[in-house]
C-alpha cells in the first residue's frame, strides 16, 4: 500500500466465472482441451465467460465508511468476498491492513448444528482471538444479540432475525480494523437496525473501516462517507454519497433507451472526482446558509420577517422520466399567501405542490419530503394516506396540492420534492428530488441541536 492511511486497496480487480449452457459441457471441457493440445491444435470452448467483476479500483482509508450500491447482479457481493479472500480474483489485486470480520450471507460462518454459545466461540477462534479472549468479550456479544435462553440451542431453531442478531454481535463486538456489511441488516426490526448502525457509529469513532452493501440509498447517505456504484460489475461512480445515490436513483428510472447515455454521463462525473475536480458544494457541508457566525451581532441580524431571494436555487434538483404525469412546481407560501423561501421558525407555511396528468391513471398518490443538505429525508407526507388512493385520474387534468406545514426545523437550509405514484405500473409516473431551496432562518434564542426544534418553551429546571 502506498499510504499508512490507506487499509483497503483495490487495484484492477476483475472476477470471471465460467458458465455451462449443459452439464456435459463442463465434463467436455476437462478432456477435449488436453487431446487438441496433444495433437497441437486450438481446442473449442464449451463455456461462456462471465465477468462478475470487471477492473474495478477503489481504496478505503482509515476510519472512513464507504457504501456500495448497485443493481442486483452489479457486482456488490462478489467485490465484498474478493475483499474477505473467500474469492479468488481472475486478475487485479486487494490489499488490506488488519482484522477484517465481515456479515456476508446470513449464517455464513455458522455451523447449524452448533448452540449460539459454540458459534461465538467458533466464529471468535476464526477472528483470531484466544478463548479467554472470547470469554472476556462474551456477555457482550450475548447483550447485544439480545436472544435470551436460545443463545444456548442450536443455531437451526433461530429464525432469520435471531441468526443475523447473532451474527452482527459477533463480528462488531471484537473491535475489528475493518467490518464489512452486506445488507444483512435487512433482515432485522427497525429497533435492532438502530441498535447495529449506533454500534457502526461508535466503531467508526475508534478508527474502524466499514463497507457497507445496501439497496437503501438513505441508509448510504446518512452512514457513508463516499460510495461505490457499480453497474455490470464495473465501477461507475466514487464519490460522496449524494452525488452517488441520486446517480444511481437516475439510473434505476430511466428508460433502455437512455441507459447507455447516462451510463456515459455518470462514468465522466467519476472521472472528475478521480481527478479532484468534482464540485460537492451542497453535500460537503460547504452550503451558504446565510447565518451568521459571530453570535455576539446576531440578534441584529435576524430577520422579523420571512421573504423571497431570487437566487436561492437547488443545484442538485434531479427529474426522474415523465411516465403519465407531471409536477410542473414545488412553492412555498406564507398564510398571506405570499411565495417565500426564507422562512421563519415556528410559523406555518403552505408547501404547494402542482401538476398535471397526461395519461388516464387508476389508483394514485402523490409524495412529499424535506431533505436536509447531506440528504437525509426529514418528513414527508402522502396524499390521500398510506393506502388509499384516487381512484382514477384523467388525461389533461391539473392538479394543486397544498401541505400546511409547521416550521419545527432548526436554522439551515433544506430541500424539498414530491412524486406521482400509481398501485399499477408504471408505478412512479414522475418524481422530482430538490425541486425547491429553503432557508429557516436563526432565532434569537435557539439551544436545539440536529435539525428539529421539537420544543415548546423554556425547560424546567431544579436542583434538590
Known amino acids: 500500500m502506498s499510504s499508512d492511511n490507506i487499509v483497503i486497496d483495490v487495484t484492477g480487480l476483475s472476477k470471471c466465472y465460467n458458465i455451462y449452457d449443459k452439464p456435459v459441457n463442463r465434463l467436455k471441457q476437462s478432456i477435449v482441451p488436453r487431446l487438441y493440445r496433444v495433437i497441437g491444435k486450438p481446442s473449442p470452448a464449451y463455456y461462456r465467460e462471465f465477468w462478475a467483476l470487471h477492473d474495478v479500483s477503489f481504496s478505503v482509508k482509515k476510519g472512513e465508511t464507504v457504501g456500495i450500491i448497485g443493481r442486483n447482479g452489479s457486482g456488490k457481493s462478489t467485490l465484498l468476498q474478493l475483499i474477505c479472500g473467500t474469492l479468488t480474483p481472475t486478475s487485479g489485486k486487494v490489499e488490506t491492513r488488519g482484522r477484517i470480520t465481515a456479515l456476508l450471507e446470513l449464517g455464513s460462518g455458522f455451523n447449524l448444528e452448533f448452540t449460539g454459545r459454540e458459534n461465538v466461540f467458533l466464529n471468535g477462534a476464526i477472528l483470531g482471538l484466544s478463548q479467554e479472549e472470547v470469554e ?41 480494523d475493518i467490518l464489512i456489511v452486506d445488507e444483512a441488516l435487512a433482515v432485522g426490526d427497525e429497533r435492532f437496525q438502530r441498535k447495529c448502525f449506533r454500534r457502526l457509529e461508535e466503531l467508526r ?64 462525473k467519476d472521472q472528475m472526482y478521480a481527478s479532484g475536480k468534482g464540485v460537492q458544494a451542497v453535500v460537503s457541508g460547504n452550503v451558504d446558509t446565510g447565518l451568521s457566525h459571530n453570535q455576539g451581532n446576531a440578534s441584529s441580524e435576524l430577520q422579523e420577517t420571512d421573504f423571497y431571494q431570487q437566487d436561492l436555487v437547488p443545484e442538485s434538483m434531479q427529474e426522474h422520466p415523465v411516465k403519465g404525469a407531471r409536477i410542473t412546481s414545488i412553492k412555498i407560501y406564507n398564510l398571506e399567501g405570499k411565495q417565500v423561501n426564507n422562512l421563519l421558525a415556528g410559523r406555518e407555511y403552505i408547501f404547494e405542490i402542482r401538476g398535471v396528468f397526461l395519461e388516464d391513471r387508476e389508483l394514485v398518490y402523490i409524495g412529499f419530503h424535506i431533505r436536509a443538505a447531506n440528504g437525509t429525508e426529514l418528513t414527508g407526507r402522502v396524499f390521500p394516506r398510506w393506502g388509499k388512493y384516487l381512484e382514477r385520474v384523467n388525461s389533461s387534468q391539473n392538479f ?12 439551515g437550509v433544506y430541500f424539498s420534492g414530491g412524486g406521482i405514484w400509481s398501485a399499477n405500473e408504471p408505478v412512479c409516473l414522475h418524481k422530482v428530488v430538490d425541486a425547491a431551496m429553503f432557508r429557516v432562518m436563526p432565532k434569537l434564542k435557539n439551544d436545539a441541536l440536529g435539525h428539529v426544534d421539537l420544543s415548546v418553551g423554556e425547560p424546567e429546571f431544579e436542583i434538590t
Open 136 to 176: 472476556s468479550r462474551f456477555d457482550d456479544i450475548a447483550a447485544f444479540a439480545d436472544i435470551g435462553d436460545f443463545i444456548e440451542q442450536p443455531v437451526k431453531f433461530y429464525s432469520s432475525g435471531m441468526l443475523v442478531r447473532l451474527a452482527f454481535a459477533v463480528q462488531a463486538m471484537v473491535d475489528p
Open 400 to 411: 394543486r396540492l397544498a401541505h400546511r406545514i409547521k416550521m419545527s426545523l432548526a436554522p
Open 205 to 268: 469513532e475508534k478508527g474502524t473501516s466499514i463497507l457497507f452493501v445496501s439497496h437503501a440509498g438513505q441508509q448510504i447517505v446518512e452512514l457513508c462517507d463516499r460510495a461505490l456504484l457499480l453497474e455490470q460489475g464495473k465501477r461507475l461512480l466514487f464519490a460522496d454519497p449524494v452525488t452517488t445515490v441520486r446517480a444511481y436513483h437516475k439510473m434505476l428510472f430511466a428508460s433502455l433507451a437512455e441507459q447507455p447515455g447516462l451510463i456515459q454521463e455518470i462514468i465522466e
